[in-house]
């Protein structure tokens, strides 16, 4: 038999622990120079614990018997990556990234082996739940992302990748977090949002109540509900909302096209439950907009895949280029991101050489193009309110002042794909919503990071307020001590002015 098996498996007796009593093990070889291990007690019990650190010595690993700044490895055994991390900060450890989090079969193997063998995801404790080998970015799938500190309430100081470890909970808060939007009870909706934010960033998922403790945003309100989840596997109150006949109702009439919540408590107070029984009805007067969110509902709300995002994406390019040949065209918002589908395609546009004419004739100038091709199914251009002096503006959800349109676009199947996936018999096309921002080229960098998006901007603006004294918007970035704009050519750059680490694109799905 295994001794590791045996020690572990044997009858365990309990012996009274020897508090401070000197480990007695003769002087041994250190093979590894660079690896200073440490075994966690927890779970694992003294003997085994004392057993193992023994064989690893032998075999030329430093072990040491207390925890300090020194150690680069800590090994668990039935820990889960949650309840290290907890541990860890009890202990009160300094957060490092550089600390590995590893399973005590990495040492097994690494004894088995006479070295330490490499680190692999089954072996990570926290990263092993993380998976980043879908990620654009090489670099990343490389990462072990092994953060060990204290979970930030701020989204803009947590990573948040579209690998979701808790898509129960947040699922439910989300329904939630809507009704109370359409209820507008604005504070528990953003209570459910926060909520739900937050566990998206977690590497792991929540098993137990336990797991809850010390992540910040989860209210008693909150908590009571992931109780809920865990026990019976489901919420009461969730499910209630999901048959409420008012939420179904406005969950209907938003996803039209220009219908807000303004517009559906008109039609639900009115007694409307369906949108056949709404386009009939001969007193109702529709905006331009709802009228094309009717008229193309069926494409509208089957997602935009990225195979038809990149193929609006040479759309714009080609119509935008062919005006300003040094035309950046970035495509923003979700898709860039990272998600896999979306409900419209954004993208901005900037270009170094144009002056403020050349700016404001672009999107007319495209917009008109289309229109001779009959691509355009519907336009609304706003034009730009942006003055260079202003300061940015301090509420955290305040529309930006840049040229923009928001349109419907006629995409021909062909376009996609080579026409592979055409679906419709006799329709060769697929109506998409693109919205199109133009911007002064120096502020590119502000209009990228609010475009990207997400919840995780907003909350940008609210640490950049609370915790810098700086105001940041979509254009600008105002140090208030220092009275100054700062500057920034690059996403990178605005974080540095935070004092915050970069976050990737693909981590801001919060
Ligand atoms: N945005 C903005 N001003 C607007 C509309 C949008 O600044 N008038 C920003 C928002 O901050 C948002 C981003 O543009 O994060 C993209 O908006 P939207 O397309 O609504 O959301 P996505 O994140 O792209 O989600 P989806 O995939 O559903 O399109
Ligand atoms: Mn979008
Ligand atoms: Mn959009």
Redesign the pocket.
Known sequence: MDPLQMAHSGPRKKRPRQMGAPMVSPPHNIKFQDLVLYILEKKMGTTRRAFLMELARRKGFRVDNELSDSITHIVAENNSGSDVLEWLQVQNIKASSQLELLDISWLIESMGAGKPVEMTGKHQLVSMRRDYTASPNPELQKTLPVAVKKISQYACQRRTTLNNYNNVFTDAFEVLAENYEFRENEVFSLTFMRAASVLKSLPFTIISMKDTEGIPCLGDQVKCIIEEIIEDGESSEVKAVLNDERYQSFKLFTSVFGVGLKTSEKWFRMGFRTLSKIKSDKSLKFTPMQKAGFLYYEDLVSCVTRAEAEAVGVLVKEAVRAFLPDAFVTM????R?G?K????V?FLITSPGSTDEDEEQLLPKVINLWERKGLLLYCDLVESTFEKLKLPSRKVDA??HFQ?CFLILKLHHQRVDGGKCSQQEGKTWKAIRV?LVMCPYERRAFALL?????RF?RDLRRYASHERKMILD?HALYDKTKKIFLKAESEEEIFAHLGLDYIEPWERNA
């Open positions: 923003t918002g979700g898709f991101r998600k589908i979306g409900h419209d954004d529309l930006d923009k919205d609010g475009w990207t998006g997400s901007e979509n």
